[in-house]
């Protein structure tokens, strides 16, 4: 089966910088997904990776390890708005379908 | 506007009576799908579906069905709901596959009693 990890909760200063960390463990390897949730409200795509690397785009920036099953966003200069539930995500099943981990949510602090 | 649209937004209902979540995307997607989101557990995959007349369960497909007549609509129903349905529910489409990436929907919050 899937299994994805990411921390339960976290908390930065508003300016700072923040990673977010993914490890996660699936058969046939078919990209990794981060989308960003605000209390209440749906999840919206911020990126996808397939291949070894950072990405970067804007102030945030995705990384992934295939070898190590393992990823990383990474937010700069936070904002107050970027407080919300991080979520990690994997394909699996030839792509059919999309198993999600159990959000990290982020708080942003004055 | 590119949409994924859900009807009703917020629900309440009562133990054993029939209800049907809508959800209909003008984005032309083959694939939809529905999760439902709980505290500690995450979005969970519900059903899916590849094309018209095209569907298959995902993690936790037992108490729903779907049907999937058009390419734009893929309704949710929950025949006899139970308290332990009780949750926020989003609908997904993608261009051909999961792997795609997700246009959701608003969601649709119900509440069983």
């Known amino acids: 089966g899937q299994n994805i990890d990411q921390p339960t909760e976290m908390t930065a200063t508003e300016g700072a910088i923040v990673q977010i960390n993914c490890t996660y463990q699936?058969?046939?390897?078919?990209?990794l997904f981060w989308y960003q949730q605000h209390a209440g409200e749906a999840p919206t795509f911020l990126s996808y990776n397939v291949l070894d690397g950072l990405e970067e785009k804007g102030r945030f920036s995705s990384f992934l390890s295939r070898s190590k099953g393992y990823s990383y966003l990474l937010l700069k200069e936070l904002q107050m708005k970027d407080s919300a539930s991080y979520l990690c995500?994997?394909?699996?099943?030839?792509?059919?379908?999309?198993?999600f981990g159990g959000g990290t949510r982020l708080m942003v602090k004055p | 506007e590119a949409q994924v649209t859900q009807n009703p937004r917020y629900l309440i209902t009562v133990t054993g009576k029939k209800l049907t979540v809508t959800c209909s995307q003008n984005m032309n997607h083959e694939y939809m799908s529905w999760y439902r989101q709980d505290p500690g557990l995450g979005l969970r995959q519900i059903y899916y579906?590849?094309?018209?007349?095209?569907?298959d369960k995902g993690d936790v497909p037992e108490g729903y069905k779907v049907s999937r007549k058009e390419k734009r609509n893929f309704p949710l129903i929950l025949e006899s709901p139970s308290p332990n349905q009780t949750s926020l529910y989003f609908c997904?489409?993608?261009?051909?596959?999961?792997?795609?990436?997700?246009?959701f929907g608003s969601g649709t919050r119900l509440t069983v009693v």
């Open positions: 699936t058969s046939g390897f078919n990209g």
């Open positions: 995500a994997v394909p699996y099943n030839a792509g059919n379908m999309l198993t």
């Open positions: 997904a489409s993608s261009v051909t596959q999961a792997n795609y990436g997700y246009t």
């Open positions: 579906s590849m094309n018209v007349e095209v569907t």
